[in-house]
């Protein structure tokens, strides 16, 4: 069973920068995305970042510029680096992989709290 554990969350003051971890275990996969999403306080969980088993990235328009994801060497480890952030940047933020086996399996995360004072 495959899972997902998120690190790095916190509080911050805006304008600050946050690197969020999310560490796959138990399973391999081939043919993947690796995505952030997250979820503010009376609202729906929105998509911020995803990356493929091909690197190709693709980021919500109000994070470009500012956020960065990128995956380790080993491929079971994806980073969300967060610059400058915003008040409305605040949120849990969930780690999800979909994997490819006979059809798209989602896993997800816990969620890690990231708060930006203003």
């Known amino acids: 069973q495959v899972q997902l554990v998120e690190s790095g969350g916190g509080l911050v003051q805006a304008g600050e920068s946050l690197r969020l971890s999310c560490a796959a275990s138990g399973g391999t996969f081939s043919t993947f995305v690796f995505g952030w999403y997250r979820q503010a306080p009376g609202k729906q969980r929105e998509l911020v970042a995803t990356?493929?088993?091909?690197?190709?990235?693709n980021y919500l328009d109000s994070v470009k510029g500012r956020f960065t994801i990128s995956s380790g060497d080993a491929k079971n480890t994806v980073y969300l680096q967060m610059n400058t952030l915003k008040p409305e940047d605040t949120a849990v933020y969930y780690c999800?992989?979909?994997?490819?086996?006979?059809?798209?399996?989602?896993?997800w995360g816990r969620g890690t709290q990231v708060t930006v004072s203003s």
């Open positions: 990356i493929s088993s091909t690197e190709t990235t």
């Open positions: 999800n992989l979909r994997v490819l086996r006979l059809r798209w399996i989602d896993y």
